[in-house]
């Protein structure tokens, strides 16, 4: 399919609509003959098997049997009436299973809603279910006069409900007072929309897209100013085919994502504007106009410059107000804007506005291009969060103050709605942006970073700690965790293996997935494969296999066949939807358009590329210009190439080896020998990202990423604005992408979680694991006392002092306080809170108290980023969470709050009867070390609080805050029991130092030091079938890490030492 240029105009209309879509193919004759064929079957099934056994299988019955002539006809020699008689009350059985099964799918398609499971019908449900589905396609097909037109067209048919109707989308000059309900929220829960058909609205009608909880009586209320004129509307949209399938009926339903033809005179009600500005005339139509934000930017400035009154801010931010911007983040706060954003400006009154062609109203007027025209994003972001400018024609007193609206401004204008139900979940929408990047390459990079840091602690050695990020560099570590889903990425995992395990099961090729798109609700896969979808998928409409989120799905799929399609990469989102491009599919992908746009694009496909779950099974091959991530990325996965000039001859090389093997196998290409089970060599596609043009042909094993247009493959042409447009399959989304700056701190984080390889001439067992005098032997050589007192004072030096309120406590136990008690070391819990106080919300409760108890004399702002990262609160609600939180934590036998009022602006923090296990902990171990050997068992009872891994068990998008403090109590629990051990093994007490490494172990179950010291106790003790267990426990634990490495070269020598023994 080709692509045909857009205009400018185009351009801007594009970048103001509100949510793409993806046109789906149209309907074909195929699909006309498999429609005719399913209701023909269904036909006969229903209304044919009844007639034939009236006919055939008539039962001759008279009155009741009674028992003894049902038991005289089951004993007595049958002449083949009884099985007759019972082979037609089988058949009878059969077809009333199967007629209701036909009923309760086609009810719940003409509803709209998802079928019931009917218990011990799965298979006759099943059944009915692909002919229902089959046959309801000759309700959507579309006239072939109407179909041509669309074919003439570029494939991609854009519904312009907001930038191409200036009656609709906008409410007078000042539309952003109250947006308009046909605009999308990203809040908004609604189902899969981003596999559909997008037709452009017919004739002149405006349209509009309908939200959950829209009724044509609102529809016209709204749009048409009284909603006794619902009848136009839905005149207009009786029998025209939706999105789904479905089409409007007599009963008035309507769904979301269903597009609706608007009667040409509509008009919406104006809103109440500011008063000091007046609202011009609600039927002069005016453009949408841009404005990118520069360095040194205000609001305020912004409306001085370009509306010609720096009191306008209001309007500008408002009519901004939460739109996700396309490098990142979202206007929440009228002093915080972000260089590279764009901004709508509403319509200006001035003599130099834009006019409008009225003889083409789906046509904006060309805006000026010194305040309109979005230029290219700065690479890098700045934020501004200092006071604004003054204006120069404004005094002081009639600056706007953001923070105390007006009273002609509500409270709730001025920032986003937040409810308390809101700020107390922790939810993640799959179409919010991170840095630029979608939820799932955020969900990559912090899984990358975890097992990176995990490999670190494996193989720290005592008194250590390991490198956390700097200030900038923890901000973007903290936006990404905050945006993280792991369970979107399992779920397409397990979905994508119980499909190829199904394949593989009937002797089916895997179907040619080119694209997939996950919403809250379902995994739609967009094939070319004309089959009928496979266990677990269902139909949904033409090259759409569709699988509900909720349906349950076997995990046990076969293990060669987890990755059927290794090359998934995320390209952006549609609506509530995150879409994903499979390279295979494309062999060459073209990232062309507007060039710091396609720079962008092109990082953020090499980061996820490099540390995506999905991608694991690829060999990635990166251009110089990506040689920091080459460099910090597994060499077995991500390779450099020095010179561009050389990736020409390596993709053919690469191209012509496969080509022979899949000769050899007798197969075509890798997505037929990956399906068979043939060629394994060719199943991990290499995967290049090159300005030089070169091409790959599709499942040739070969995928290529260029910026440099020419030639075949698939096109992603990207915009200023964040839009892109993929061709062939005429997907419109946002694309993902990340700044120059933003991709060198990803990079920078990748570099302090990466452990260098020790060299292995430098090993020294006695450096790592202290060989105390009374057990040395003649092959394990003595550590000298001033040795062992030094890898103590390390140790001692590198640990947290406890807080001066627990240096002047008693010990654990001598004083039993009925105070709340955090507990972190393990799964997180506050105990003895206050009883009988039922609390809905205690995980956020709890995690609040634990950061006030870690980190005292927190600030409001503070507070804020720790508990909703990256979101406004406002004052109030903050409090009103505040005080449920000291509600339920209770207050203290003389009658003080444990979560201490606070005066204005001041320090958060939980009072003195608040006691924490860490603290302890902390406590406890500095007393022991200070000991010497004599402080054995203080060392013992703070590992006695150790009940698992620091903060175990925690929704993985709270405890933002808590990452450097989790790693901290790691090192310092791993660091404590490696001094017991050597304590206990010095006193020959094996026993107790295979206790102590075991509890070390339940906050690091992959520590080398303390499986080192556990084998060193199993030999001491002369248990070779315990050094065996352990050593396999080890290594099973270091390939859940990383499955190509091996034990390390301390642990390999102290086996070899031991054995020499």
């Known amino acids: 399919m080709t692509h045909h240029p ?6 801007t209309r594009r970048a103001a609509r509100p949510e793409p879509v993806l046109a789906a193919p149209r309907r074909t004759a195929g699909d006309l003959v498999r429609g005719l064929g399913a209701a023909t079957l269904l036909l006969a099934l229903v209304a044919g098997i009844p007639a034939l056994l009236l006919v055939v299988g008539q039962l001759h019955v008279v009155g009741m049997p009674s028992w003894s002539t049902v038991w005289g006809a089951l004993t007595r020699p049958d002449d083949g009436h009884l099985f007759l008689a019972a082979l037609t009350v089988l058949a009878w059985l059969a077809w009333a299973t199967f007629t209701f099964s036909v009923i309760v799918e086609a009810i719940a398609i003409l509803r709209g809603l998802p079928s019931p499971r009917l218990p011990l019908l799965s298979v006759p449900q099943h059944a009915a279910a692909a002919l229902v589905a089959t046959a309801a396609v000759l309700l959507t097909l579309h006239p072939a006069s109407t179909a041509a037109p669309a074919a003439a067209t570029t494939g991609v048919s854009v519904v312009l409900d907001a930038a191409s109707s200036p009656a609709i989308s906008a409410s007078g000059p000042h539309r952003s007072a109250a947006p308009s309900r046909a605009e999308p929220r990203a809040d908004a829960a609604r189902p899969n929309n981003a596999i559909q058909p997008a037709r452009a609205a017919q004739g002149t009608h405006r349209s509009v897209t309908v939200h959950r909880g829209d009724t044509l009586w609102g529809l016209a209320e709204r749009y048409l100013g009284d909603g006794s004129r619902f009848r136009e509307i839905a005149r207009l949209n009786y029998g025209r085919p939706q999105p789904d399938g479905r089409t409007l009926s007599d009963t008035h339903w309507i769904y979301p994502g269903w597009v609706l033809l608007l009667p040409t005179h509509a008009e919406p009600s104006t809103p109440a504007t500011p008063n000091h500005h007046p609202a011009p005339k609600a039927s002069r139509p005016h453009t949408d106009r841009t404005y990118q934000v520069r360095h040194g930017d205000s609001l305020w400035s912004i409306a001085e410059h370009h509306l010609g009154d720096g009191q306008r801010w209001r309007e500008i931010y408002q009519l901004n107000l939460g739109r996700d911007q396309h490098v990142g983040g979202r206007l929440t706060d009228p002093d915080v804007i972000l260089t590279g954003w764009i901004l709508k400006l509403p319509p200006t009154t001035s003599t130099g506005t834009a006019t409008v062609d009225h003889h083409n109203t789906d046509r904006p007027a060309r805006p000026s291009t010194s305040t309109t025209t979005p230029a290219a994003p700065a690479p890098h972001q700045h934020l501004h969060s200092g006071p604004r400018p003054e204006p120069a024609s404004a005094t002081a007193t009639a600056r706007p103050q953001p923070a105390d609206p007006s009273p002609t401004t509500s409270a709730s204008a001025a920032v986003p709605a937040a409810d308390a139900a809101d700020l107390d979940s922790s939810s993640v929408g799959l179409n919010q942006i991170a840095l630029g990047l979608t939820v799932l390459t955020a969900t990559g990079i912090v899984a990358e970073l975890t097992r990176r840091r995990r490999r670190q602690q494996q193989r720290r050695r005592p008194g250590n700690r390991l490198p956390m990020p700097d200030a900038q560099a923890g901000i973007v570590e903290r936006t990404l965790r905050a945006h993280q889903d792991p369970i979107t990425i399992e779920t397409l995992t397990q979905a994508l293996a119980a499909l190829a395990a199904t394949c593989r099961a009937s002797g089916r090729d895997l179907p040619r997935v080119q694209a997939v798109t996950l919403s809250p ?89 490099a540390t995506s779950a999905l991608a694991t099974a690829t060999t990635l091959v990166l251009s110089p210009e990506f040689a920091d991530l080459a460099a910090v990325s597994d060499s077995g996965r991500v390779q450099g190439c020095d010179l561009d000039d050389a990736t020409g001859p390596r993709v053919d090389k690469t191209t012509s080896a496969v080509s022979e093997i899949l000769k050899d196998a007798g197969v075509t290409d890798v997505n037929v020998a990956r399906s068979r089970g043939l060629a394994p060599d060719t199943w991990t596609p290499h995967i290049f990202i090159t300005p030089v043009r070169t091409e790959a042909q599709p499942w040739s094993g070969v995928a290529i990423i260029t910026a440099t247009p020419g030639g075949q493959g698939w096109d992603l042409r990207v915009y200023a604005d964040g839009t892109g447009i993929l061709d062939p399959l005429g997907l419109v989304i946002r694309t993902q992408r990340i700044t120059a700056e933003d991709f060198d701190s990803v990079v920078g984080l990748l570099t302090l979680a990466t452990d260098p390889e020790p060299a292995r001439t430098d090993v020294v067992v006695s450096d790592v694991f202290p060989q105390p005098q009374s057990v040395a032997t003649p092959s394990a050589p003595r550590t000298p006392i001033y040795a062992l007192n030094a890898h103590r004072a390390a140790v001692s030096a590198a640990l ?21 008690r955090v507990c972190v070391l393990g799964r997180v819990e506050v105990q003895n809170t206050q009883p009988g106080h039922a609390h809905q919300r205690k995980s956020r409760a709890a995690e609040l108290v634990a950061y006030l108890t870690l980190h005292p004399g927190a600030s409001a702002p503070e507070i804020d980023e720790a508990m909703w990262p990256g979101r406004r609160v406002t004052v109030e609600t903050r409090n009103t969470f505040v005080s449920r939180t000291r509600s339920w934590l209770g207050t203290a036998p003389n009658g003080t709050h444990y979560l201490p009022l606070v005066a204005e602006a001041g320090d958060y923090r939980v009072g003195a009867g608040v006691s924490c296990d860490w603290h302890d902990f902390l406590r406890l171990a500095n007393e022991g070390l200070a000991a010497g050997h004599g402080g054995a068992e203080d060392l013992e009872r703070a590992l006695q609080l150790v009940r698992g891994r620091p903060f175990l068990g925690i929704d993985p998008t709270t405890y933002i805050w808590a990452e450097a403090d989790a790693q901290e109590m790691t090192s310092s629990i791993v660091d404590i029991a490696h001094e017991l051990c050597v304590i206990r093994l010095d006193r020959h007490d094996t026993r107790a130092a295979l206790r102590a490494a075991a509890r070390g172990l339940l906050a690091d179950p992959a520590s080398e030091l303390l499986y080192g010291h556990a084998i060193r106790a199993a030999a001491l003790e002369g248990q070779t079938d315990m050094i065996d267990r352990l050593v396999g426990r080890l290594r099973a634990q270091t390939e859940a890490i990383d499955p190509d490495a091996g034990l390390s070269d301390e642990i390999i020598e102290l086996l070899s030492t031991l054995s020499g023994a």
């Open 6 to 11: 857009r205009s400018r105009d185009t351009l």
């Open 521 to 609: 609700e379902v995994l739609d896969l967009s094939t070319d494969d004309p089959g009928d979808p496979v266990h677990p998928f269902m139909p949904a409409g033409p090259g759409i296999w569709r699988l509900n989120r909720d349906t349950a799905i076997d995990s046990t799929a076969d293990a060669e066949q987890l990755n059927p399609y290794p090359a998934l990469v995320t390209i952006g989102t549609a609506g509530d939807s995150v879409v994903l491009l499979n390279l295979e599919a494309a062999g060459t992908l073209t990232v062309a358009g507007d060039q710091a746009s396609a720079s962008d694009v092109l990082r953020a496909l090499a980061v996820e590329l």
């Open 800 to 820: 947290s002092p406890p807080p001066a309120a627990e240096r002047e406590a008693n010990a654990v136990g001598s004083a039993v306080t009925e105070g709340p």
